[in-house]
């Protein structure tokens, strides 16, 4: 079953404005990570943040976790029509098992 | 970095024949890779786990006479779709255990 929660399910902005989407989660984990998925492609590693951080950046990126509320976010600063995908938040199964859960995803429309 | 390589990128079939998809670790050694499926404009859901030497490990409601699932050597994983039918048409991507390689995904569709 999917533990992870995204809202909002879809977000459209201008370019140049900030986009913040969520996650949620249900159980402990040991990290968290977050992915692009461009329409029809793979899946882009963006960053991945334990569960003894708080706040990583990664150039226009910012992720923060609260695992207190089992909720992470991420931030992407000064937004590019390039930046148009869906983004997904994942999470280990625990136990040193590499195996992820994926949220729903968030789609990001970025308007130019 | 650890690269992925999965191929084939799409393939269209006929309902009742089967298709292979492979993944490969181009530069490292990888005794699992975990398979997932992808609907259009949903999750991905992880189907499998395969375990090089031994039998691959199946998600609760994935049917394993339906997904073959072979780790065939250190750098290659099989999934072969038997039987396809027109719900089976999805996405379909591995990865690596290193969570950051994922695979470019097939794009399956069963007509």
């Known amino acids: 079953s999917q533990q992870g929660e995204e809202d909002p399910q879809a977000l459209s902005i201008q370019e140049g404005e900030n986009a913040t989407m969520n996650c949620s989660y249900k159980?402990?984990?040991?990290?968290l990570q977050w992915y692009r998925q461009n329409s029809g492609r793979g899946l882009v590693h963006l960053i991945l943040i334990r569960s003894n951080e708080r706040e990583k950046h990664s150039g226009r990126l910012r992720v923060t976790l609260d695992t207190s509320k089992k909720s992470s976010s991420l931030l992407i600063t000064a937004s590019r029509a390039a930046d148009t995908a869906s983004y997904f938040c994942?999470?280990?199964?625990?136990?040193?098992?590499?195996?992820?859960?994926f949220g729903q995803g968030t789609r990001l429309t970025i308007n130019p | 970095g650890a690269v992925v390589s999965q191929h084939p990128s799409w393939v269209i079939c006929k309902s009742g024949t089967s298709v292979k998809i492979e993944c490969r670790s181009l530069d490292f050694q990888a005794t699992t890779m975990f398979w997932y499926r992808q609907f259009p404009k949903q999750s991905l859901m992880l189907m499998a786990t395969?375990?090089?030497?031994?039998?691959?490990?199946?998600e609760q409601g994935v049917e394993k006479d339906k997904f073959l699932i072979n780790h065939a050597s250190l750098t290659l994983s099989t999934l072969t779709v038997t039987s396809a039918h027109p719900e089976d048409s999805s996405f379909y991507i591995c990865?690596?255990?290193?969570?950051?390689?994922f695979g470019q995904g097939t794009r399956l569709t069963v007509v």
């Open positions: 395969s375990n090089e030497g031994s039998k691959a490990t199946y």
């Open positions: 159980t402990s984990i040991n990290n």
């Open positions: 994942a999470t280990d199964a625990g136990r040193g098992a590499q195996k992820l859960v």
């Open positions: 990865s690596a255990p290193r969570q950051a390689f």
